[in-house]
């Protein structure tokens, strides 16, 4: 999608739920809402290993922090956009509100591809991020996380650039999340959001009255949320009957092994050749034969041009806003089940949220208390969402964003008004 399509993509959902929520809320309050607080865009300029200066773009947008501090990662690409990060700054701030943390909406984007960097070379351009954007960074103002481009080690140098520029060994409370655990993090955060696409998806069928096992999924993306998710979908017994990454995908009717590819990924660095599949083009996987689709790689995947061609009866958003609106509507004609993005990929800020609680308390969770808290709050959630569907009359995504609107709303309405 293009950059400006992601944004007025999320502005659309806004403007959707707000017309069903007129008559609550005074209008000027939907208005603030419908666009960020502050989009901040800043100069890198780090030395690398080439010996040159490279001037890097990045931004930082505040969407709203009326629940709490800004959260949401940051995402290192070469295509990303003010506008984009406006959009997922937006996204964060419904997904915050309606999965029942206390944090608001931000993101963070450097205009950088990550793929050709040495590992050093990243370094060196996540710890100018820090540097430059330590202006936003504190645990009540706005606190990073990873995101497609970013990782754990990426989130342990910013924890380092910010403390060393406090002169401290550590930092006071919680600065960034998704670090590794020696540093503060929390155990399980990397499978965090791929097991809560799972979790979502269970649900689904569970409503549906249909057994995993007698179900076909295809997964777009193989990174963390898409691995984790294809890896999390076989154990329970679903065959995965498709994957794709950047480079293309494969597929197998009868079922990859998962357990098997990701072996075969750590070798190879690739999928195509994986003993017993087929190769298939990235935009045949979308379309393949199947019960559920995970779209879990970037925006606007599922357009107007592909909606009509798609064969799932389920489609679980991994991604961030991967179904344009012109296809949502396609799809809800055809009869969809769409487990919308701020539902199913919401694991994620609910574990860096134990993250921040746990490092304002120093204390250390187990990953069996992360795994337990977090799977009855995606059960939960997932079922709040579905009757409410069900007492209004709209689809997921529809009442996904009217819960987290209101609440948005009813947290703007009890701080009072700012001069
Ligand atoms: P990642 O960088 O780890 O992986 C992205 C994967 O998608 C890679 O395998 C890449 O090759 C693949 N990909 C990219 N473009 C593709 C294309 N056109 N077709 C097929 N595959 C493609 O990123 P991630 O952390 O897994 O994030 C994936 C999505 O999930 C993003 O939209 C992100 O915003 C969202 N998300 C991530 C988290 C998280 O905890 N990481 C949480 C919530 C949402």
Same mark, same amino acid.
């Given at each position: 999608?293009?950059?400006?399509?992601?944004?007025?993509?999320?502005?659309?959902?806004?403007?959707?739920?707000?017309?069903?929520?007129?008559?609550?809320?005074? /209008?000027?309050?939907?208005?603030?809402?419908?666009?960020?607080?502050?989009?901040?865009?800043?100069?890198?300029?780090?030395?690398?290993?080439?010996?040159?200066?490279?001037?890097?773009?990045?931004?930082?947008?505040?969407?709203?922090?009326?629940?709490?501090p800004?959260k949401?990662?940051?995402?290192?690409?070469?295509?990303?956009?003010?506008? +984009?990060?406006?959009?997922?700054?937006?996204?964060?701030?419904?997904?915050?509100?309606? &999965?029942?943390?206390?944090?608001?909406?931000?993101?963070?984007?450097?205009?950088?591809?990550?793929?050709?960097?040495?590992? @050093? +070379? /990243?370094?060196?351009?996540?710890?100018?991020?820090?540097? #430059?954007?330590? #202006?936003? &960074?504190?645990p009540?103002?706005y606190v990073p996380? $990873?995101?497609?481009?970013?990782?754990?080690?990426?989130?342990?140098?910013?924890?380092?650039?910010?403390?060393?520029?406090?002169?401290?060994?550590?930092?006071?409370?919680c600065?960034v999340t998704?670090?590794?655990?020696?540093?503060?993090?929390? $155990?399980?955060?990397?499978?965090?959001?791929?097991?809560?696409?799972?979790?979502?998806?269970?649900?689904?069928?569970?409503?549906?009255?249909?057994?995993?096992?007698?179900?076909?999924?295809?997964?777009?993306?193989?990174?963390?949320?898409?691995?984790?998710?294809?890896?999390? @979908?076989?154990?329970?017994?679903?065959?995965?009957?498709?994957?794709?990454?950047?480079?293309?995908?494969?597929?197998?009717?009868?079922?990859?092994?998962?357990?098997?590819?990701?072996?075969?990924?750590?070798?190879?660095?690739?999928?195509?050749?994986? $003993?017993?599949?087929?190769?298939?083009?990235?935009?045949? @996987?979308?379309?393949?034969?199947?019960?559920?689709?995970?779209?879990?790689?970037?925006?606007?995947?599922?357009?107007?041009?592909?909606?009509?061609?798609?064969?799932?009866?389920? &489609?679980?958003?991994?991604?961030?806003?991967? !179904?344009?609106?012109?296809?949502?509507?396609?799809?809800?004609?055809?009869?969809?089940?769409?487990?919308? +993005?701020? @539902?199913?990929?919401?694991?994620?800020?609910?574990?860096?949220?134990?993250?921040?609680?746990?490092?304002?308390?120093?204390?250390?969770? !187990?990953?069996?208390?992360?795994?337990?808290?977090?799977?009855?709050?995606?059960?939960?959630?997932?079922?709040?969402?579905?009757?409410?569907?069900?007492?209004?009359?709209?689809?997921?995504?529809?009442?996904?964003?009217?819960?987290?609107?209101?609440?948005?709303?009813?947290?703007?309405?009890?701080?009072?008004?700012?001069?």
């Amino acid at each position: 999608m293009s950059a400006k399509n992601m944004l007025d993509n999320a502005i659309e959902n806004f403007n959707n739920a707000a017309a069903m929520l007129e008559k609550e809320y005074d /209008k000027e309050l939907l208005d603030i809402l419908r666009h960020p607080g502050e989009r901040a865009e800043i100069q890198l300029s780090p030395l690398l290993s080439d010996g040159k200066i490279h001037i890097i773009k990045a931004f930082v947008v505040k969407h709203c922090d009326a629940v709490g501090p800004c959260k949401g990662g940051i995402r290192m690409a070469s295509n990303v956009t003010l506008d +984009d990060v406006s959009a997922l700054a937006m996204e964060m701030t419904w997904k915050c509100a309606l &999965i029942g943390v206390p944090f608001g909406g931000g993101k963070s984007g450097v205009v950088c591809d990550p793929l050709p960097l040495s590992k @050093l +070379d /990243k370094q060196m351009v996540v710890r100018s991020f820090a540097r #430059n954007a330590h #202006n936003h &960074i504190h645990p009540l103002i706005y606190v990073p996380a $990873p995101d497609m481009g970013t990782n754990e080690a990426d989130m342990g140098y910013i924890k380092d650039a910010i403390s060393h520029a406090m002169g401290n060994a550590t930092t006071q409370g919680c600065y960034v999340t998704g670090k590794p655990v020696i540093l503060g993090g929390i $155990p399980g955060r990397r499978e965090a959001t791929g097991r809560g696409v799972m979790l979502t998806v269970i649900e689904a069928l569970t409503v549906m009255g249909k057994n995993p096992k007698e179900v076909k999924v295809a997964v777009q993306g193989f990174g963390n949320v898409g691995s984790v998710a294809a890896m999390e @979908l076989f154990r329970m017994g679903c065959k995965v009957v498709g994957i794709s990454d950047i480079n293309g995908g494969i597929c197998n009717s009868d079922g990859l092994d998962v357990v098997a590819l990701q072996k075969y990924y750590l070798e190879h660095g690739k999928l195509q050749g994986f $003993p017993g599949s087929k190769p298939i083009s990235g935009e045949d @996987l979308l379309e393949i034969e199947c019960d559920v689709l995970v779209p879990a790689a970037s925006g606007n995947q599922i357009t107007a041009d592909n909606a009509d061609k798609i064969k799932a009866k389920i &489609i679980a958003e991994g991604a961030n806003g991967p !179904t344009s609106n012109e296809a949502d509507r396609i799809l809800e004609e055809k009869g969809v089940f769409i487990i919308p +993005d701020i @539902l199913c990929n919401a694991r994620g800020v609910f574990v860096s949220y134990l993250e921040y609680t746990q490092e304002t308390q120093q204390e250390q969770m !187990t990953v069996e208390e992360v795994n337990e808290r977090l799977s009855k709050r995606m059960r939960t959630k997932f079922r709040q969402v579905y009757d409410f569907a069900k007492e209004r009359d709209v689809n997921m995504r529809q009442a996904a964003m009217l819960l987290a609107v209101k609440t948005v709303c009813d947290a703007k309405v009890a701080r009072g008004y700012l001069p």
